[in-house]
């Protein structure tokens, strides 16, 4: 059973770059069954889509951050990344990493335990 | 994008009650339509997937159904297990969006 585990700061300052990382493990991010997510959700609010990334590197993002979003993914470390440039308290939520099925099986059946971010100076 | 609403927002119910929570999309996904619970603290359970096919280990208390732009979610006999926050989810269109969920509680 896949076991996905969020790391980063948990906490970053207004206009600068949130990192977080994802590490998979039970299973080869090269999965082909598979793509990797990164779900948000603002405190007390509903969940928003981030982004997902295929193990080749093909990547798809949320139109409306896609202008401050990267995802990437380092197969060598059974790893993925979200960097999300340009925050502002309004990016301060909690952060989870899930997998996305793929031919149109696009829901999330693994999460990671969730990663708080707040963004303050 | 397509918006999806959820009603009602709360939901007070006992043990052993049918429960009912109502999803509508602006347009259709199709099947490609998901239920999540999620605790508090806690990362979603996915339940339904394509609408109506439960996952597995998923008691099946729980089903799934609906067509075009309204969906359902209905837990046949509430246990204590089950108070927790509902969010459908469609997955046709990127992004994909999620219900403003709904709150289970007595």
């Known amino acids: 059973q896949l076991q996905l585990q969020e790391s980063g700061p948990g906490l970053v300052k207004p206009s600068e770059t949130l990192s977080l990382t994802c590490t998979v493990s039970?299973?080869?991010?090269?999965?082909?069954?598979?793509?990797w997510a990164w779900v948000r959700q603002p405190p007390g609010k509903e969940l928003e889509s981030i982004g997902a990334i295929y193990y080749t590197g093909s990547a798809f993002y949320n139109p409306s951050l896609k202008s401050r979003v990267t995802i990437s993914v380092d197969t060598s470390k059974n790893q993925f990344s979200l960097k999300m440039r340009s925050v502002s308290a309004a990016d301060t939520s909690v952060y989870y990493c899930?997998?996305?099925?793929?031919?149109?099986?696009?829901?999330?059946?693994?999460w990671g335990q969730g990663s708080l971010v707040t963004v303050s100076s | 994008d397509i918006q999806m609403t959820q009603s009602p927002s709360t939901l007070s119910a006992s043990i052993g009650d049918r429960v009912i929570i109502t999803c509508r999309a602006s347009q259709s996904p199709d099947s490609w339509l998901a239920w999540y619970q999620q605790k508090p603290g806690k990362a979603p359970i996915l339940l339904i997937y394509k609408a109506s096919t439960l996952e597995s280990g998923v008691p099946p208390r729980f089903s799934g159904g609906g067509s075009g732009t309204e969906f359902t979610l209905t837990i046949s006999s509430l246990q204590p297990d089950d108070f927790a926050t509902y969010f459908c989810q469609q997955y046709k269109t990127n992004p994909f969006t999620f219900g403003p969920g709904t709150k289970v509680d007595l």
């Open positions: 899930a997998t996305l099925g793929t031919s149109g099986n696009y829901h999330s059946l693994y």
């Open positions: 039970g299973g080869s991010i090269s999965n082909p069954n598979y793509y």
